[in-house]
């Protein structure tokens, strides 16, 4: 039941700092006619550090606002998204944190208009093998050496850069919480998407 608690606690934290509506952006005041917000529609929330697999999101939510709508042509302000850099932090009170990663970008967001990322990584496999998460993995003691916790939650800082078609530099941040664990078994915690202004509807198998 303490494992139980904790994982519901540690889960609603990372909720909380998802910021699912609201974007970090500092842009609105620079020289470019644009800028980008964003927002991670289904956050999900957790991931199991022998997955081997990358960490994703369901769907990011790109939008272009025009600093001066209605002053021309917007034929040159649509936004190309260059790459995209994710800095993580610790949630749990632990130092050491994730190491950052930049991503290709690839994607073209119309000006005054959205684009929609599905499954797009935000860590790499390698990354779940490297401190901290690796003190998740029973060889290494299966617990986090500043926290105690056989859990960690972080927080990932997610900046896109990119420029209109005329060249001009736009960009925009949010962040989301993420909550890492050990499992031996596959599935055996199951966690919906959900809200990033809600908790998870969850239930562990086994318990």
Not at 79 to 98: M, P, Q
Request: with cysteine; hydrophobic share 35%.
């Amino acid at each position: 039941m303490k494992l139980h608690r904790r994982f519901i606690a540690a889960v609603a934290l990372c909720a909380l700092l998802g910021a699912n509506a609201c974007s970090n952006n500092t842009q609105g005041d620079d020289a470019s006619p644009v800028f980008l917000t964003v927002s991670f529609d289904n956050v999900t929330g957790t991931t199991n550090v022998a997955s081997a697999s990358f960490v994703q999101q369901p769907s990011v939510t790109l939008k272009s606002v025009i600093k001066v709508p209605g002053t021309g042509t917007t034929q040159f302000l649509d936004t190309r998204i260059d790459s995209y850099t994710v800095e993580w932090s610790r949630l749990d009170g632990g130092k050491t944190a994730s190491p950052t990663e930049t991503f290709a970008g690839n994607v073209i967001v119309p000006a005054g208009g959205t684009s929609t990322l599905t499954d797009y990584p935000f860590m790499t496999p390698g990354n779940l093998n490297r401190p901290p998460l690796d003190q998740l993995f029973p060889y290494n003691g299966g617990v986090d050496l500043e926290t105690g916790s056989t859990t960690i939650a972080e927080r990932a800082t997610v900046t896109f850069r990119g420029h209109t078609l005329s060249g001009q530099p736009v960009g925009g941040s949010n962040s989301f919480g993420r909550y890492f664990y050990y499992s031996a078994t596959a599935g055996r915690v199951l966690v919906s998407s959900y809200p990033a202004d809600r908790v998870p509807t969850m239930r562990l198998q086994g318990r």
